[in-house]
């Protein structure tokens, strides 16, 4: 027997510890020789080993609690998206005594979020931001434990020693939450999603670079992963039919952001810079793709000028901003060519100066939506979110509409139906304003014009068929419990 050494890993540590030297090029000669220079033979050994482990335990009955229960685990990282989507599934799940409902907040490292951060704060939060998510969840009086460990791996061994027999995540996005979060780490139990953003409109932003064989927003790791992919309508099974899991996994239920704007409560912020002058309420909502390589429906980096002469131009309509938190961290970071950080500043405060404006600032949107007479959005979600406020006779939408924007896809068309399509591009973006200008103008007045009648009398409709029935949360947390069947 040879008395050489043995330079075989002994644990899974051990081939990791490896694997780093390797990459750092500190691994001498006699571990190539050992392994014939094949390190990556090792790491596919271990990662099938663990793929092997997570199947088994998925496919494993659900595992109860000593009294009997079936643990539901929500992970919340997006406060935006949690009283419409997520609160209800929760009091209904609550209400089941088959379930044991199991609430926690997780970090967040939305696109720019962490590059903003001081030194010392990106010390003590290095993969994302919880903070926040745990003070809104105290906030709202909801009972939850706090994931927020330095290295989300530590929260990922918290998550397999409470073994929860379903998790349901926010959103399909892992670039969202830090990696202990993403969809391969947590496949070893039933995933659930429903979408955060009440429907899914857009075609294919991509494929993923890193994973080409990837379709579009609803067809990531995450949901191939999923146990269950609650969806709203039928459209998302179909734009699914194509793919390997043939939307097999898809469960149309509706969705609960129907009541829970339905049944909202109108809400408007005081403005002392212009009390009793507003003839016209209009949100002003802003997405964050402004880039050209993946949604394409952001129009702030060229239009910033154009909004504040719009706004000094109709001083008898008053303006609520709502921009995608994304596109505020994007751009206080410098990420974009067109506007830098210092110019985002300077426009919000000019902004922020106009009489007839307003800044979002923690209203719930369902309630804004019911205040609000007009929404002027580049998109995305919104564009079919705004119409459930207007109930039987509808509101108006108006779309500044990118020009290489994603496809919409199935549901989308449907959707956009019931939306003034403004064309805006960076070559005409003086027009499209004043054709928004003239739209506002006219519907101050109380006149409404052909083609936005046409589109108020479809939206009704529309809502039927993108959300679905009354009832989602009810029907969603029945699909939770056949866990046990």
């Known amino acids: 027997m040879s008395k050489e050494k043995d330079l075989s890993p002994k644990s899974f540590g051990e081939i990791e510890k490896l694997f780093n030297q390797k990459l750092e090029e500190k691994l001498d000669a006699k571990f190539f020789q050992h392994f014939n220079g094949k390190i990556d033979d090792i790491i596919f050994a271990v990662n099938r080993n663990n793929d092997n482990l997570q199947l088994q335990m998925r496919n494993s009955p659900a595992p109860k609690t000593v009294d009997g229960k079936y643990k539901v685990m929500f992970l919340i990282h997006n406060i935006s998206s949690f009283a419409n ?70 929260s990922l061994w918290t998550l397999k020693i409470i073994n929860p027999a379903i998790i349901f995540k926010q959103s399909q996005w892992d670039a969202d939450v830090p990696f202990g979060f993403n969809a391969y780490n947590l496949s070893w139990t039933r995933l659930c999603i429903l979408p955060y953003s009440g429907v899914l409109i857009t075609d294919v932003p ?24 609650f969806t709203p309508n039928k459209y998302v099974k179909m734009e699914l039919k194509n793919t390997p899991l043939q939307g097999k996994n898809c469960v149309e239920t509706g969705h609960p952001i129907l009541e829970t704007i339905q049944n909202a409560k109108p809400f408007w912020p005081n403005n002392e810079k212009n009390i009793g002058k507003s003839k016209l309420k209009v949100i002003l909502s802003l997405h964050h793709s402004l880039t050209d390589d993946w949604f394409n429906f952001g129009v702030f980096h060229y239009a910033y000028k154009q909004i504040l002469k719009l706004i000094k131009d109709t001083p008898d309509v008053e303006y609520l901003l709502s921009m995608h938190p994304t596109l505020v961290s994007h751009l206080m970071a410098g990420h974009n060519k067109d506007i830098s950080s210092a110019e985002f500043k300077t426009w919000l405060s000019d902004f922020e100066n106009l009489p007839n404006t307003i800044i979002q600032n923690g209203e719930a949107y369902e309630s804004l939506f019911q ?91 529309i809502v039927q068929d993108v959300f679905g029935k009354p009832g989602s949360a009810q029907r969603i947390v029945d699909e939770l419990v056949k866990v046990a069947i």
């Open 206 to 229: 991509g494929p993923d670079p890193e994973n080409p064989a990837l379709g579009g927003v609803d067809d990531q790791l995450y949901t191939r992963e999923c146990w269950k992919f």
């Open 371 to 461: 205040a609000s007479d007009v929404l002027l959005t580049d998109g995305i979600s919104w564009l079919a979110q705004y119409q459930i406020a207007g109930k039987e006779k509808g509101k108006p939408i108006l779309y500044l509409e990118r020009p290489d924007h994603c496809p919409f896809n199935r549901c989308g068309e449907v959707a956009i139906q019931g939306v003034q399509r403004i064309g805006c591009s960076k070559d005409n973006v003086e027009q499209a304003f004043e054709n928004i200008k003239n739209e506002l103008l006219d519907l101050s007045q109380g006149e409404i014009s052909a083609s936005i009648q046409k589109e108020l009398q479809k939206q009704p409709k």
């Open 85 to 154: 989507v997520i609160e209800p599934l929760i009091k209904e799940a609550q209400t089941r005594p088959e379930l044991d409902v199991i609430v926690a907040s997780i970090p967040h490292c939305f696109p720019g979020e962490l590059d903003i951060l001081t030194e010392a704060e990106r010390e003590k939060t290095p993969e994302g931001i919880e903070e926040d998510v745990h003070l809104y969840l105290n906030q709202k009086g909801i009972e939850h434990i706090r994931l927020n460990d330095k290295n989300s791996r530590d």
